[in-house]
């Protein structure tokens, strides 16, 4: 099993960022995705959820209606669109999924909002 993210960047406050989260070693196809992201000093937080099949998704209340996550079965691939950007979004974001009962997380990648 392995997730790879990338998109990651700087970018200036009310900017956007895509991050993608390549997945390889499962079927992607059955499984729910998540992105979490962990700031400095701060404890890692769920940022959003998508199932398996389907658009049901969730998010943190912090992000809500400014990121948006979509997967692409086709392309084994789960996507967070951020727009409005702050600079408390600026953070490691991790792609994970829980494969086989076993939490897998990606390497991360970071993203800072500053001006």
């Known amino acids: 099993v392995q997730l790879v993210e990338s998109g990651g960047g700087w970018v200036q406050p009310g900017g956007s960022l895509r991050l993608s989260c390549a997945a390889s070693g499962f079927t992607f196809s059955r499984y729910g995705m998540s992105w979490y992201r962990q700031a400095p000093g701060k404890e890692r937080e769920l940022v959003a959820s998508i199932i398996s099949v389907g658009s049901s998704t969730l998010y943190a209340d912090s992000v809500k209606g400014r990121f948006t996550i979509s997967r692409d079965n086709a392309k084994n691939t789960v996507y967070l669109q951020m727009n409005s950007l702050k600079p408390e979004d600026t953070a490691a974001y991790y792609c994970?999924?829980?494969?086989?009962?076993?939490?897998?997380w990606g390497q991360g990648t970071q993203v800072t909002v500053s001006s």
């Open positions: 994970s999924a829980v494969v086989r009962a076993v939490r897998t």
